[in-house]
C-alpha cells in the first residue's frame, strides 16, 4: 500500500488545479500546480524502483505532508482548507508505517495487515471527505444560485418599491406644496375638490366678463351704423346699454379679483411679527370697520351693535393683522346674517351683533354673537373648509372661515368653535392662550 501516499499527493494537486480552471488565480498557480505533479510522479516511480524496506512508504508519506503543509499556508486555498487537512492521516500512517518496516521488521511482518488497514482507511478517508466536500458544494451551488435569483427578485421588488416610493414621495411633495399654497387647515380638503372649487369660482365671474364684453361690441357696431344713419337717439340708447354691461364687466371684474386676493392670502404665509396688543381696541375697530363696510353698500341697512368688553384684561402677544382680519371675516359674516334674516323677517326684527371679551383659565375668549340666519347642524362640521359657502353665488369666496381657522389654530395655538340654532343665532367663540 505504499503508493496509495503518492497517488493521494497527485490526486491532491490535480484537484486544486481543476478548482483554479475559471478563477483568476489560474494564471498564479497552475504552472507550480502542474509541475507539482510531475515531480509527484518522478518521486514516486523512483522510490518504488529503487528504495525498499519501507523507505517508499516513508517519503510517499513525508511527500503528501509537505504537499499538505504548502497548500494550508496558502490563502488562496482556504476555501479547500478541510479537503487539503483530510489527508493528514493518510500522510502520518504512511510515515509511521514506513518508518515500522524500516527500523523493526519483524514486528512489521507481524502486524502489517493493522498497517496496512491504517493507510487504506486513511485513503479511503480522503474520498469520503472529497465526496461530503462536494455534496456541500453542490448544496452551496443550490444555495448561491438561489441566493442569485432571490438576490434578483428583492432588487426588481426594491426597484419598484423604490419608483413607487419616488411617485408617491413626487405626489406628495406637490400635495404640501399646494397645501401650502392654498391652505394650512388642518381639515383641509382633497387636492381635486380644492381644484374644482377654484375653477367653479373663477369660471363664473369669468364667463360674464366674456359674455357682457362680446355683447357690448356688438352693441358698439350697431351704435356705430346709428350714427352713421344719423340717428342720434338710438344711438344714445345703445351707449347707455354698453354703460350698464361695463358696469357688469367692473363688477364681475371685481368678483373674480376678491377670490384672486383670497386664494393668496391661504397659500401666503404671514410675515408679520408676533407682539403684544389690546384686544378690545382691535375688536372695536374692526367691528366698526365691518358694519361700515356694509353700510358702504346698503345704506338702509341699519343694525344694532352691542360691546362687553373685559375689564383689564392683558396684554396678548399675536399677529395684530391676521386676528384682525379673523375679526372681520367674523363680523362680515355676522352683519351679512342678519341682513339676509331683515329681508324676510319683515319690519319687528332688529339686526344684533354681540361682541365680548373675556378672561377664562389661562385664556383670552372672544365671543361673536348674531340674531341673524344662524348655521344648520348638517354644515357645521363643514363650515371651516375651503371654498364651502353657504352664500350665493357671486357673494361669497367660501375661503374667509377657513383662512381665520388656520390663522387661529395652526398660528396661534388657539381655538375657534361654533354654537347655533337656525334662523335664531350663531356664536362664533375664538380662545387664545394669554401667554
Known amino acids: 500500500m505504499e503508493f496509495l501516499s503518492y497517488v493521494a499527493a497527485f490526486l491532491l494537486v490535480r484537484r486544486l488545479q481543476k478548482s483554479l480552471a475559471f478563477s483568476p488565480l489560474r494564471a498564479k498557480w497552475m504552472s507550480q500546480l502542474t509541475l507539482a505533479s510531475w515531480i509527484i510522479v518522478g518521486v514516486c516511480i523512483s522510490g518504488i524502483v529503487f528504495l525498499h524496506n519501507g523507505l517508499p512508504s516513508i517519503l510517499g508519506g513525508a511527500l503528501l505532508l509537505a504537499a499538505v503543509a504548502i497548500a494550508d499556508k496558502e490563502a488562496d486555498f482556504l476555501p479547500f482548507n478541510s479537503v487539503i487537512k483530510a489527508h493528514f492521516p493518510l500522510a502520518v500512517a504512511s510515515i509511521l508505517a514506513g518508518v515500522t518496516q524500516f527500523i523493526a521488521p519483524k514486528f512489521w511482518d507481524k502486524y502489517d495487515n493493522f498497517f496496512d488497514f491504517a493507510v487504506v482507511a486513511g485513503f479511503v478517508w480522503i474520498f469520503a471527505r472529497w465526496a461530503t466536500t462536494k455534496k456541500q458544494r453542490e448544496e452551496l451551488n443550490l444555495m448561491s444560485q438561489q441566493n442569485i435569483m432571490l438576490d434578483k427578485l428583492v432588487a426588481e421588488r426594491t426597484a419598484e418599491l423604490t419608483k413607487q416610493k ?81 358696469e357688469k364687466i367692473i363688477h364681475h371684474g371685481k368678483r373674480a379679483d376678491g377670490i384672486v386676493k383670497g386664494m393668496l392670502q391661504h397659500s401666503r404665509a404671514s410675515s408679520n411679527t408676533k407682539e403684544a396688543t389690546d384686544i378690545n381696541k382691535l375688536a372695536d375697530e374692526y367691528l366698526r370697520l365691518a358694519y361700515h363696510g356694509l353700510r358702504a353698500k346698503d345704506k338702509t341697512f341699519n343694525a344694532e351693535m352691542i360691546t362687553h368688553y373685559g375689564e383689564n384684561l392683558p396684554e396678548i402677544t399675536i399677529v395684530p393683522q391676521d386676528i384682525g382680519r379673523v375679526l372681520l371675516n367674523l363680523f362680515n359674516n355676522a352683519f351679512y346674517a342678519t341682513q339676509k334674516k331683515q329681508a324676510i323677517a319683515g319690519e319687528g326684527y332688529r ?29 357645521k362640521d363643514k363650515i371651516m373648509q375651503p371654498f364651502f359657502t353657504t352664500k350665493p353665488t357671486g357673494e361669497g369666496t367660501g375661503l374667509g372661515l377657513s383662512l381665520s381657522y388656520d390663522i387661529v389654530v395652526k398660528a396661534h395655538g388657539g381655538s375657534i368653535n361654533i354654537e347655533s340654532i337656525e334662523n335664531e343665532y350663531a356664536i362664533f367663540i375664538i380662545k387664545l392662550p394669554i401667554s
Open 351 to 379: 339686526p344684533t351683533v354681540e361682541l365680548s371679551t373675556a378672561r377664562e383659565d389661562g385664556l383670552l375668549v372672544i365671543t361673536v354673537k348674531d340674531n341673524g340666519t344662524g348655521v344648520p347642524d348638517e354644515i
Open 166 to 246: 419616488n411617485e408617491l414621495q413626487h405626489a406628495l411633495d406637490l400635495l404640501q406644496t399646494t397645501q401650502q399654497q392654498l391652505i394650512q387647515s388642518e381639515k383641509l380638503a382633497s387636492l381635486g375638490e380644492l381644484t374644482a372649487g377654484i375653477a367653479h369660482e373663477i369660471q363664473n365671474p369669468l364667463n360674464f366678463v366674456n359674455n357682457f364684453s362680446e355683447v357690448s361690441m356688438e352693441l358698439v357696431d350697431e351704435m356705430a351704423e346709428e350714427l352713421a344713419k344719423g340717428d342720434t337717439a338710438e344711438a344714445s340708447a345703445i351707449a347707455g346699454d354698453i354703460k350698464q354691461n361695463l
